[in-house]
């Protein structure tokens, strides 16, 4: 059951297709990346890495990063993968509550080690992937000196693959416990869901995708582009990628995918070759679907919904979206993720937060907390306890994931996202009473806050348009033609929403709320 299995076949089938690929053309065959990895492999092995260590991965996107990520999976060697950009603070504390024995990383994250060293002190091997650096050892130099015949972990579904911080957007940052028999899972799932076979390119606008798409034998081309920052890529070097390599799947955040169709509307590009454009950490406005709508002529855009403790939960695509659901989103009726995916079950319980929480649902149509149950339910949080008891609903069918999320399903199947349950007001939902006001041609965005009593909205501002008077009573008025947004009189400019730091779109409602309390004073 072992993840690294399947790179294994791979590099048996298709021994001289070009596995991992950078922009500017390299790229390892998926014989080279087989043969790279079974000598990190032995290199870490020699050095006293064992099954269960655990080993902080902060390695940029590059040829190497998902090549020593299977290396050690081929251990049976757990990667920790922390987002730095949750902050110092964040990252410090993450790194404490994991305690690492190993750590692959960059420069300045072995500066960090020394500077910060209690929050580094259960690191017993440390290793960069730079060269001449003189505080940890070189990974990869003279690598040509180790075996190729490194035997590889006989992993159990259940044994532990990885552990993947969530970025901490709507809370405190935490490890995501995920087993061998969930990254193969996830793997056939996506394949599944996208038709999805070697003969694809990808380009991952989120990294850690290729470890899923390498898995099923397709090349995947690493774009020009630091994947800290979606919202802040230059569309100008990721075009040219798409249309020279011919990728024909990309994914990553809708931050990505925004401002890159909107460089091919501007010079008037189409990508033909283009067939999935999968945008995912947050709902996606009707008018980035249509907008790729004209630039795909032979392919879709798609928004898979879920989490990092459970991935993929359920998916849409754009033109389902366009003609059956956006109407409605637009009207306050939520936005549609679509029907859960194959393996799946999804149940809307009453949203709560006692940790003992039934699955006993709601009816059809009743806004509620989703629930997902299947094959790539994680079974927690790293030394979270309590964490782990308030998200998961233990049942003889498999163990339920709560996602934090509020929606309700309707009478298709389908589910309808309503918003995180930590960022309803009273009876109010950010995603229907966002979607009102959101209608106005000067608005770029809105987020529902709580001021305590009541419920107010924040307003970003389209480029170009000022606040004024005149835009506060045309937003009242158009609250007043909807029973779920008629109460809401308090409305406050904002220059510019915090967002987090993994997709730059998730809006932070929690810090808007404390910022818009004040400025209601």
């Known amino acids: 059951m072992n993840i690294a299995a399947l790179i294994q076949e791979q590099a048996r089938l298709q021994p001289n297709k070009a596995s991992v690929t950078m922009w500017d053309g390299s790229f390892y065959t998926f014989a080279q990346f087989e043969r790279r990895s079974q000598q990190i492999a032995q290199r870490l092995h020699n050095s006293g890495v064992r099954p269960g260590a655990r080993v902080a991965l902060f390695v940029r996107p590059s040829l190497d990063?998902?090549?020593?990520?299977?290396?050690?999976?081929?251990?049976?060697?757990?990667?920790?993968?922390?987002?730095?950009?949750?902050?110092?603070?964040?990252?410090?504390?993450?790194?404490?509550?994991?305690?690492?024995?190993?750590?692959?990383?960059?420069?300045?994250?072995?500066?960090?080690?020394?500077?910060?060293?209690?929050?580094?002190?259960?690191?017993?091997?440390?290793?960069?992937?730079?060269?001449?650096?003189?505080?940890?050892?070189?990974?990869?130099?003279?690598?040509?000196?180790?075996?190729?015949?490194?035997?590889?972990?006989?992993?159990?579904?259940?044994?532990?693959?990885?552990?993947?911080?969530?970025?901490?957007?709507?809370?405190?940052?935490?490890?995501?416990?995920?087993?061998?028999?969930?990254?193969?899972?996830?793997?056939?799932?996506?394949?599944?869901?996208?038709?999805?076979?070697?003969?694809?390119?990808?380009?991952?606008?989120?990294?850690?995708?290729?470890?899923?798409?390498?898995?099923?034998?397709?090349?995947?081309?690493?774009?020009?582009?630091?994947?800290?920052?979606?919202?802040?890529?230059?569309?100008?070097?990721?075009?040219?990628?798409?249309?020279?390599?011919?990728?024909?799947?990309?994914?990553?955040?809708?931050?990505?995918?925004?401002?890159?169709?909107?460089?091919?509307?501007?010079?008037?590009?189409?990508?033909?070759?283009?067939?999935?454009?999968?945008?995912?950490?947050?709902?996606?406005?009707?008018?980035?679907?249509?907008?790729?709508?004209?630039?795909?002529?032979?392919?879709?855009?798609?928004?898979?919904?879920?989490?990092?403790?459970?991935?993929?939960?359920?998916?849409?695509?754009?033109?389902?979206?366009?003609?059956?659901?956006?109407?409605?989103?637009?009207?306050?009726?939520?936005?549609?993720?679509?029907?859960?995916?194959?393996?799946?079950?999804?149940?809307?319980?009453?949203?709560?937060?006692?940790?003992?929480?039934?699955?006993?649902?709601?009816?059809?149509?009743?806004?509620?907390?989703?629930?997902v149950q299947g094959p790539t339910v994680t079974p927690g949080y790293y030394g979270r306890e309590v964490a782990t008891k308030l998200a998961k609903i233990p049942h003889l069918d498999g163990l339920c994931h709560r996602m934090g999320d509020v929606g309700y399903l309707d009478e298709q199947g389908r589910v309808w996202f309503c918003g995180r349950k930590v960022h309803v007001v009273g009876s109010q939902y950010p995603i229907p009473c966002e979607a009102i006001f959101n209608q106005h041609p000067a608005v770029k965005r809105t987020a529902l806050v709580n001021l305590k009593d009541r419920a107010g909205i924040v307003v970003e501002m389209r480029a170009g348009f000022g606040w004024s008077h005149q835009i506060k009573a045309e937003l009242k008025t158009l609250g007043a033609k909807h029973s779920h947004t008629a109460s809401i009189q308090d409305f406050f400019p904002h220059p510019g929403f915090p967002v987090d730091v993994r997709h730059n779109i998730k809006i932070d409602r929690v810090s808007l709320s404390a910022w818009a309390q004040k400025e209601s004073v």
């Not at 259960?122 to 035997?151: G, I, M, Q, R």
């Not at 699955?359 to 629930?371: A, D, S």
């Open 65 to 371: 990063f998902s090549i020593i990520t299977f290396a050690l999976f081929k251990l049976g060697a757990i990667p920790v993968l922390i987002d730095p950009g949750m902050g110092r603070k964040n990252l410090l504390k993450a790194l404490s509550e994991v305690a690492p024995e190993g750590m692959i990383a960059v420069n300045v994250v072995h500066v960090l080690r020394r500077i910060f060293a209690t929050s580094f002190k259960s690191v017993k091997w440390a290793w960069t992937v730079s060269p001449n650096f003189f505080l940890a050892t070189n990974l990869l130099k003279d690598l040509d000196a180790e075996s190729t015949d490194f035997k590889v972990f006989d992993a159990k579904p259940t044994d532990t693959a990885a552990i993947l911080f969530t970025s901490g957007g709507t809370g405190t940052p935490k490890g995501v416990i995920t087993t061998h028999g969930i990254l193969t899972a996830q793997t056939h799932m996506l394949q599944e869901m996208f038709a999805l076979d070697s003969s694809h390119k990808d380009l991952p606008g989120f990294p850690l995708f290729a470890l899923f798409t390498l898995a099923m034998g397709m090349t995947s081309v690493i774009p020009d582009m630091d994947p800290t920052k979606p919202a802040k890529c230059d569309p100008a070097k990721i075009v040219p990628t798409l249309i020279n390599e011919k990728i024909t799947f990309c994914a990553g955040s809708p931050a990505i995918w925004e401002r890159v169709g909107q460089y091919c509307l501007d010079h008037k590009i189409t990508l033909p070759h283009l067939q999935h454009v999968v945008m995912f950490g947050a709902p996606v406005q009707g008018v980035i679907h249509e907008m790729w709508a004209k630039i795909l002529p032979s392919g879709t855009t798609h928004t898979p919904y879920g989490a990092t403790e459970c991935l993929p939960v359920a998916c849409m695509s754009g033109r389902e979206i366009l003609k059956e659901t956006w109407p409605k989103t637009q009207t306050g009726a939520g936005t549609c993720v679509g029907p859960a995916t194959p393996g799946n079950k999804i149940i809307i319980i009453e949203a709560t937060d006692i940790p003992e929480a039934s699955l006993k649902e709601v009816p059809r149509g009743t806004i509620g907390e989703i629930v």
